[in-house]
């Protein structure tokens, strides 16, 4: 993966404007957060609709990064020491270089590519090929037009198999995916749902997928999903499908489901075979299926996959954040260990800032045919991302302590796991991030049991990279120049405040919004450092207000008089506030007629600085009060005049909140407030939004009983059996914020596929659900309350009331779990 500069000159077809001629390339870019190898790492300048890499340009110079791809709007005269290939668009240039990288090698390329399971197949055919191949594969779910390059780019001599997924969101895209995978088998997985988000048919979704196919010669997929587009394909091109019917080369004849296993029979290619498979779910029996036929086609025999096939392990792909004993957080990335996915997750540790120090526990790396180098690689990796303390498990690293111990302020060296585990002490982990990378052989699980604190089994599981998604969904809608100002007040409406305030520093928005100045100064004890307004201010919070660097929403002459007294006494200028106004909503901020004496407080004020001045709309979801909402605009208009003319000079104006982002483009001002819809929350006239869900709330059943005709279920015998009931207690009730609203039927949680509702009323810490009609049920089963089988509004609707209520009362005994996909 070392490729000189001139020659990747060449391979872009770029305009070359070398300082140092002799530069080896190593690394590949993207992302201006994510560099850890400064010195051979290739920065490309992407431009999105929303930020422009070009920006950051300067920055990295300042980090050492000398090299960079950059398109004919950059002028690069400032930086003499840094070299430039000048190209007409830099993510074709990515694109371009990784396509070429690609051709380098000759040995096999899986392309996966349908709506649902591309990654767990990949995953899955990873552990089911890994001990005949040394595979290459996407990490995660890297699957775009910028995350298949670098993968891509990831392939080396040392590899004779690659797996990559390919994604899409928009017509026109496959190919350039195509390009640069070059699958030599191709894999269409589940076609999905008819909702086609950026297609204007299913049909034209399937067609454009397929297209990732064009050169394959050989392609795998379910009939159903690849009969209706047999007229894409060559008759040169080999299509194996599985199905029912007899027509297919792998012809399921029998899928018999036990309470733990399947057993599927199947012909394939003339051949009966009959397959066991650890799971019973109809996504999971589908991925295996195409997971076998390839592994068969690779020449895997029947039987070593059979033994394979009984050792898969469900696919969690996604890094785990929770909150561990004495104030740590524990990062478990311990599913897999690739140094590609180190990468990520050492990335993910780089932006915890609630804690200073950062610990990594690394099991020895899975074998490579270069040992040395590839250890050599992951300490230069982890040195570049500051590590206080490093604990290693295994026996490959202890050959490394000298160097270690160089390299780390605290080093400690285990030979296994269970070593570890027999001499743990609490007491040694306190106020760090903690990242756990193992190879699944090390059962690092067991660590995590040990740094989790214990608490009852009730989480609310918060998805970070939904809330990334949201969030990007929200700035499409926005014009150029405009600001985002996230609020996350009611700890962040429930999601818990410092780490979302974290990604979304990590993710650039402008401002932050709080209601109380202790929430403020959470977030900056926790390494906030973006601006943060204040909204419900009084007297006792203006020391905290100024010693955090907190902006105050000024709401009223009072609060405006002392607050103005306070800067004076404390001999503080241009101190940045916010002036509220209310028009119309009538609950706080200046009112119209208040304008001629605002003007004259602020008139030559050199204590404060307006920084905005800001309103808030009462109804901007509901399309009956449109003409009120216009109203509030119109008024809000006239007196930013007024107070623009009196200061002499521009502040940032805004009115939107969630819902106006989408309904009302013409209200964005220079800047907007998302709340709830960051959560994945739509208000009810904004759906054609593609807003992904962020919070699941999950608890587990207790005990499950049967119970006969006519007895009585709970506090005052309110649930009655009408027939021979199984009945399952869950561990949930109202002090959680299961609301005892949701009692005697009212409410229902979605348990094995289906909903299943509460019988009696709701106790303090307990629920007794209704299960008789849910099939396979056990204790232990986990119970969805709302997430996305049961969406929260619905909840919301059952207890006569709205997302919001539901959300920020969720109680803080509730454990919070980050994941990241
Ligand atoms: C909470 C709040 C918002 C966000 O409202 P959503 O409906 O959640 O988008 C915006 N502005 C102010 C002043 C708020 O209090």
Request: glycine share 6%; aromatic share 8%; hydrophobic share 40%.
């Amino acid at each position: 993966m070392q490729y000189d500069i001139q020659h990747i000159s060449e391979i872009t077809k770029a305009t070359a404007l070398l300082h140092n001629k002799n530069t080896v390339i190593e690394h590949l870019a993207t992302d201006s957060r994510r560099i850890a190898f400064p010195a051979t790492t290739l920065f490309f300048a992407l431009v999105t609709e929303r930020r422009d890499g070009h920006a950051y340009i300067a920055e990295l110079c300042e980090r050492g990064i000398s090299n960079f791809i950059v398109d004919h709007s950059f002028d690069n005269t400032p930086f003499t020491e840094a070299n430039f290939l000048v190209v007409k668009n830099t993510l074709l240039a990515l694109q371009t270089l990784a396509a070429y990288h690609r051709q380098q090698f000759a040995y096999q390329v899986i392309g996966i590519t349908g709506s649902n399971g591309k990654t767990i197949v990949k995953e899955w055919l990873y552990q089911l090929l890994s001990p005949d191949y040394t595979i290459i594969r996407s990490p995660r779910s890297y699957n775009s037009q910028i995350g298949v390059p670098l993968s891509v780019w990831q392939m080396s001599a040392e590899n004779n198999l690659a797996i990559f997924e390919a994604g899409i969101s928009k017509p026109g895209e496959m190919e350039a995916l195509a390009n640069i995978i070059q699958p030599t088998i191709g894999l269409l997985t589940n076609i999905g749902e008819p909702h086609s988000d950026g297609f204007a048919s299913p049909q034209q979704k399937l067609e454009e997928k397929l297209l990732l196919f064009t050169n394959t010669p050989i392609i795998f997929g379910r009939e159903t999903d690849m009969h209706s587009c047999s007229h894409q394909f060559k008759t040169s091109q080999q299509i194996i499908t599985w199905g029912n019917a007899a027509g297919n080369a792998c012809v399921i004849q029998a899928i018999e489901k036990a309470q733990l296993t399947t057993i599927i029979n199947l012909v394939y290619h003339g051949h009966h075979h009959q397959i066991n498979i650890p799971f019973t779910d109809d996504a999971s029996i589908e991925n295996i299926i195409h997971c076998w036929c390839i592994s068969t086609q690779l020449g895997v025999a029947a039987s070593t996959l059979q033994t394979r096939i009984n050792q898969l392990q469900p696919v969690d792909m996604r890094l785990q954040l929770v909150h561990a004993i004495n104030n740590c957080t524990v990062i478990n990335d311990s599913y897999s260990f690739d140094i590609t996915s180190l990468s990520v997750a050492l990335d993910f540790l780089a932006q915890q800032q609630q804690q200073t120090n950062r610990t990594v526990i690394i099991s020895d790396i899975p074998a490579t045919s270069s040992e040395r180098d590839a250890y050599l690689q992951v300490i230069e990796m982890l040195k570049a991302r500051n590590i206080h303390t490093l604990i290693t498990i295994g026996e490959h690293w202890m050959a490394f302590e000298s160097l270690l111990q160089q390299s780390f302020p605290l080093l400690q060296q285990y030979i296994s796991t269970d070593a570890f585990i027999s001499q743990f002490n609490a007491s040694h982990f306190k106020n760090e991030a903690i990242l756990l990378k193992g190879g699944r052989v090390f059962g690092f699980e067991k660590i995590v049991l040990l740094l989790e604190k214990k608490v009852h089994q009730t989480l609310m599981e918060i998805n970070l990279t939904a809330i990334a998604h949201n969030l990007k969904e929200y700035r499409s809608q926005l014009a150029r120049h405009v600001k985002m100002m996230v609020m996350v007040k009611a700890f962040a409406y429930g999601s818990g405040s410092a780490e979302i305030a974290g990604l979304l520093q990590f993710h650039k928005v402008d401002y932050l919004g709080v209601a109380y100045a202790d929430e403020g100064v959470e977030l900056r004890k926790a390494g906030i450092h973006l601006p943060i307004m204040v909204m419900n201010v009084d007297e006792a919070a203006f020391s905290a207000i100024t010693e955090y660097n907190l902006e105050p929403e000024l709401f009223s002459f009072p609060i405006f008089n002392a607050f103005l007294q306070f800067l004076q006494q404390q001999g503080v200028t241009k101190y940045p506030v916010h002036i509220k106004l209310d028009t119309g909503m009538h609950r706080l901020g200046f009112e119209a007629a208040d304008i001629p004496q605002l003007q004259h407080l602020l008139a030559h004020n050199q204590y404060m600085i307006v920084q905005s001045v800001f309103s808030h709309l009462a109804a901007s979801e509901d399309p009956n009060e449109d003409a009120f909402t216009q109203f509030q605009a119109a008024q809000f208009d006239e007196s930013c005049k007024a107070l623009e003319a009196t200061l002499g000079y521009s502040f940032i104006q805004h009115i939107s909140n969630s819902a106006a982002i989408f309904r009302n483009h013409q209200l964005q001002y220079n800047m907007v407030r998302l709340g709830i819809g960051l959560y994945g929350v739509e208000s009810a006239n904004t759906n054609q939004v593609a807003l992904q869900t962020v919070t699941t709330l999950k608890t587990t059943i207790a005990q499950l009983r049967q119970v006969p005709t006519g007895e009585t279920i709970g506090y005052n015998r309110r649930g009655k059996t009408t027939r021979p009931s199984t009945i399952a207690t869950i561990r949930i009730g109202y002090a959680d914020g299961f609301s005892r609203r949701l009692g005697n039927g009212v409410g229902k949680v979605y348990i094995n596929g289906q909903l299943a509702p509460v019988i009696g009323s709701v106790c303090m810490d307990m629920t007794m659900i209704d299960v008789t009609d849910v099939p396979q049920i056990q204790e232990g089963d986990t119970v969805e309350i709302f997430g996305k089988h049961l969406p929260v509004q619905q909840i919301a609707s059952w207890c006569q009331t709205i997302p919001y209520e539901i959300l920020t009362t969720i109680s803080q005994r509730v454990k919070r779990v980050y994941v990241e996909e």
